[in-house]
């Protein structure tokens, strides 16, 4: 007998989401309406962030939503880029994202903050933050509703388990672990959240009694083997480059040796945040149709 692979194929299920959203525009879409479109934002020219840009691209094309993408300058003035911002907030789009980083130059936060919250599909908002928190209908943020769907596309219970999270990061961590840990089908969990600054032992005393490790880092290979239980679930949100090859936070071949599921870097969390973003997007725009979206269910993914 075939052994069950132990790769949680985050690209798998992604496709699977972006075929969904494809079929239910060509069924909603008539003569009255506009096919929905995203807007991009991308400053300067970071080769990640230009192949991330790409990536969103190319993913709204297959789903059938249009999109417009508006290269800024590095050298663009923090207020400059407000007031790109504000025409994309009072256009007929209906969602655009800032890609991130930003040159050092400009506020993140102050950009954030500007991005009108229903167009803010990549949930980032303090008002989307604050609403996801408390379990209420709301643009879901991007990443952490990707590791979700992918949770619950391969049936992985939370319910009862004890979860640790590895980085506490405004778009990844810190919001994860809330959702984790909300009343919904996804979450119930026991959530530990730590960082790189939890000192080594009281970190590693958490991930060995882990159910599940979600690590977001930013730290080539930083979880081994041996800082895990046997049958542990592992979810590695890092995408690092070393000497030319994209690898994850995580020690890929000694986690997966004791692991009982993993998500591969690239091929993982990536295509799922790009999925969540496409989810987003959707759901905007049918909201601007007044189209009841599921989005709307209590605790609906
Ligand atoms: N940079 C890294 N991840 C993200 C993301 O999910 N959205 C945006 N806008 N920028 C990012």
């Keep these: 007998m075939p052994t069950k692979s132990k790769i949680l194929d985050g690209k798998k299920s992604s496709e699977s989401i972006i075929s969904d959203v494809e079929q239910e525009i060509i069924s909603l879409l008539n003569d009255d309406m506009n096919p929905p479109k995203l807007g991009v934002v991308l400053v300067g020219n970071n080769p990640a962030s230009e192949s991330y840009v790409r990536n969103k691209i190319r993913a709204c094309k297959k789903a059938g939503i249009e999109h417009i993408l508006i290269k800024l300058d590095e050298t663009i003035s923090e207020n400059e880029l407000l007031i790109e911002i504000d025409k994309l907030n009072k256009s ?32 980032f908002h303090p008002i989307n933050f604050g609403k996801t928190a408390l379990g209420l209908p709301s643009m879901k943020p991007a990443t952490p509703y990707g590791i979700l769907k992918l949770i619950k596309m391969n049936k992985i219970e939370t319910k009862g388990k004890h979860v640790v999270v590895v980085g506490r990061s405004n778009i990844v961590g810190k919001p994860l672990s809330i959702m984790l840990g909300n009343d919904f089908s996804i979450g119930r969990a026991t959530v530990t959240s730590c960082d790189i600054n939890t000192p080594k032992n009281l970190l590693l005393s958490e991930l060995k009694r882990a159910d599940i490790i979600i690590i977001a880092v930013g730290r080539p290979g930083f979880l081994t083997g041996d800082m895990v239980k046997e049958g542990v679930i592992v979810i590695d949100v890092g995408i690092n480059k070393v000497d030319g090859k994209i690898i994850g936070d995580v020690e890929f071949d000694s986690v997966y040796e004791k692991c009982s599921l993993i998500t591969p870097v690239p091929g993982g969390v990536g295509p799922m945040t790009i999925s969540a973003l496409v989810i987003n997007t959707l759901n905007s725009w049918k909201s601007k149709y007044k189209i009841k979206t599921k989005r709307y269910e209590k605790g609906n993914l």
């Design 92 to 123: 007929d789009i209906d969602g655009f994202i800032v890609q991130l980083p930003l040159p050092s130059h400009i506020d993140m936060q102050n950009i954030i903050n500007s991005i009108d919250p229903s167009k803010d599909v990549d949930g």
